[in-house]
């Protein structure tokens, strides 16, 4: 475990904020999700060079420049010939042509080839001025350094690759929105486009808030636990194909939250923290902005992860989750990974998902869309999810065990074996 679900300093009843509370009042998952979605925007386009431009997306459809191949070049060793001059070239009858350079790769071809005349060429090489064909090694018989004979002619363009033939000038290698990729890299590299004008990947800045909280490379005292959600948001940012910057652990502080997000403002795109966004006196993350008309803090219809902070500080977005590292997992998953890719430029901001049918009984709070840990598999009668353990948000095992998060929906206080429900898949079974 690690952070706090809930606060525990004093307050009046009823003040503290727990999954099981009454869902009167709160937003359903979906406002809550468009209200981060509607907040965050793309980051401004910058040129970057192909190896930092991996996985980013482009910002604008990028146009060759360019034919591919620039050349026309040789799919064969052997020689390159004009096809009129052993047309009809047979074993038996083979046409003899004379010899009078070579084609290597990388070099202009030492000749042109006449009427007669055949130049060497190897597999890649540049098609000399005069040649319209290659005869492949095979097909010929060399008579010393300066004869050939052909014993099967082949037609024009044949083990040709011609100027173009794989992209013309003027088409669009990558358009707008595609993710860059190893072919996209390989295919901007090959029309000189080594600079791409992409959205960058955002730097976010990932901090834990709580006294009770040691780094995991310490012993904890009694009443101590070690922090595992910043390691946990370290691995999620990262999967996102977003940068991770950790900034450590922050007290129960809200002076030392505060210099701990100036110190990296400069070099934040956005803030994640986890821990401090209930109701409590020690929940410093609301302390510190309660006040701002930027911030928010609410509370979502939805088990775990119903208290959640979001709002701009210098205008960039902060996420402030919950503090139990299951809650902060799926808080992650629903509101701060979209908004991430929206933030990339990406397209499609959800996780793939599908219809499975559960294996056991699944119960939770029936006002609140419930996200079940769930191992799900596939076989021939399709997919099926198991839960992997209690529902406890403190639980960071059960999500170790899992690959994706089944949605039972509002209004179900118990979902029955046999029930087929919607499953957010956040990995493959393989993984």
């Given at each position: 475990?690690?952070?706090?679900?809930?606060?525990?300093?004093?307050?009046?009843?009823?003040a503290?904020?727990?999954?099981?509370?009454?869902?009167?009042?709160?937003?359903?998952?979906?406002?809550?999700?468009?209200?981060?979605?509607?907040?965050?925007?793309?980051?401004?386009?910058?040129?970057?060079?192909?190896?930092d431009a991996?996985?980013?997306?482009?910002?604008?459809?990028?146009?060759?420049?360019?034919?591919?191949?620039?050349?026309?070049?040789?799919?064969?060793?052997?020689?390159?010939v004009?096809?009129?001059?052993?047309?009809?070239?047979?074993?038996?009858?083979?046409v003899?042509?004379?010899?009078?350079?070579?084609?290597?790769?990388?070099?202009?071809?030492?000749?042109?080839?006449?009427?007669?005349?055949s130049?060497?060429?190897?597999?890649?090489?540049?098609?000399?001025?005069?040649?319209?064909?290659v005869?492949?090694?095979?097909?010929?018989?060399?008579?010393?350094?300066?004869?050939?004979?052909?014993?099967?002619?082949?037609?024009?363009?044949?083990?040709?690759?011609?100027?173009?033939?794989?992209?013309?000038?003027g088409?669009?290698?990558?358009p707008?929105?595609?993710?860059?990729?190893?072919?996209e890299?390989?295919?901007?590299?090959?029309?000189?486009?080594?600079?791409?004008?992409?959205?960058?990947?955002?730097?976010?800045?990932?901090?834990?808030?709580?006294?009770?909280?040691?780094?995991?490379?310490?012993?904890?005292?009694?009443?101590?636990?070690?922090?595992?959600?910043?390691?946990?948001?370290?691995?999620?940012?990262?999967?996102?194909?977003?940068?991770?910057?950790?900034?450590?652990?922050?007290?129960?502080?809200?002076?030392?939250?505060?210099?701990?997000?100036?110190?990296?403002?400069?070099?934040?795109?956005?803030?994640?923290?986890?821990?401090?966004?209930?109701?409590?006196?020690?929940?410093?993350?609301?302390?510190?902005?309660?006040?701002?008309?930027?911030?928010?803090?609410?509370?979502?219809?939805m088990?775990?992860?119903?208290?959640?902070?979001?709002?701009?500080?210098?205008?960039?977005?902060?996420?402030?989750?919950?503090?139990?590292?299951?809650?902060?997992?799926?808080?992650?998953?629903?509101?701060?990974?979209?908004?991430?890719?929206?933030?990339?430029?990406?397209?499609?901001?959800?996780?793939?998902?599908?219809?499975?049918?559960?294996?056991?009984?699944?119960?939770?709070?029936?006002?609140?869309?419930?996200f079940?840990?769930?191992?799900?598999?596939?076989?021939?009668?399709?997919?099926?999810?198991?839960?992997?353990?209690?529902?406890?948000?403190?639980?960071?095992?059960?999500?170790?065990?899992?690959?994706?998060?089944?949605?039972?929906?509002?209004?179900?206080?118990?979902?029955?074996a046999?029930?087929?429900?919607?499953?957010?898949?956040?990995?493959?079974?393989?993984?």
């Amino acid at each position: 475990m690690s952070g706090r679900g809930a606060s525990t300093g004093p307050a009046p009843a009823g003040a503290h904020v727990h999954d099981h509370d009454s869902p009167e009042g709160l937003l359903t998952v979906e406002e809550a999700k468009q209200k981060v979605l509607g907040a965050v925007r793309p980051l401004a386009p910058i040129e970057l060079p192909l190896t930092d431009a991996y996985g980013c997306v482009s910002a604008r459809d990028i146009v060759a420049t360019i034919d591919l191949p620039e050349f026309p070049s040789s799919a064969m060793d052997g020689f390159a010939v004009r096809a009129d001059d052993v047309a009809g070239a047979t074993p038996n009858r083979p046409v003899e042509l004379k010899v009078v350079g070579r084609a290597l790769i990388g070099h202009r071809p030492e000749g042109v080839v006449g009427t007669g005349e055949s130049i060497r060429i190897a597999t890649g090489a540049p098609i000399p001025a005069g040649a319209d064909a290659v005869v492949p090694i095979e097909n010929a018989i060399v008579d010393g350094e300066e004869l050939v004979r052909v014993v099967d002619g082949p037609a024009v363009g044949t083990h040709v690759r011609p100027r173009g033939e794989d992209v013309s000038e003027g088409d669009v290698l990558v358009p707008a929105g595609k993710r860059l990729g190893a072919p996209e890299l390989g295919l901007l590299a090959n029309a000189g486009q080594a600079t791409p004008l992409v959205h960058p990947r955002p730097r976010v800045i990932v901090l834990s808030t709580g006294d009770e909280l040691v780094p995991p490379t310490e012993t904890p005292d009694f009443g101590q636990v070690r922090d595992s959600n910043a390691s946990l948001l370290f691995g999620a940012v990262r999967e996102a194909g977003a940068m991770p910057v950790m900034a450590g652990i922050v007290r129960d502080d809200v002076e030392s939250l505060r210099d701990t997000i100036l110190s990296f403002e400069i070099q934040a795109d956005a803030f994640v923290s986890s821990g401090g966004v209930s109701v409590g006196e020690r929940d410093v993350v609301k302390a510190a902005f309660f006040r701002r008309g930027e911030f928010d803090f609410f509370k979502v219809a939805m088990q775990p992860g119903m208290p959640q902070g979001f709002g701009h500080v210098e205008g960039k977005p902060y996420w402030g989750l919950p503090g139990n590292p299951v809650s902060v997992f799926v808080s992650f998953e629903v509101f701060v990974r979209p908004a991430l890719l929206k933030m990339m430029g990406r397209r499609t901001l959800s996780r793939p998902e599908v219809t499975a049918t559960l294996t056991a009984d699944v119960r939770g709070p029936k006002g609140k869309l419930q996200f079940a840990r769930v191992e799900v598999r596939r076989d021939a009668r399709g997919w099926s999810a198991t839960p992997t353990g209690a529902r406890g948000s403190n639980l960071i095992s059960t999500v170790a065990r899992a690959n994706g998060l089944a949605m039972i929906p509002v209004g179900t206080e118990t979902a029955p074996a046999g029930t087929t429900v919607p499953v957010m898949l956040f990995r493959s079974s393989e993984d």
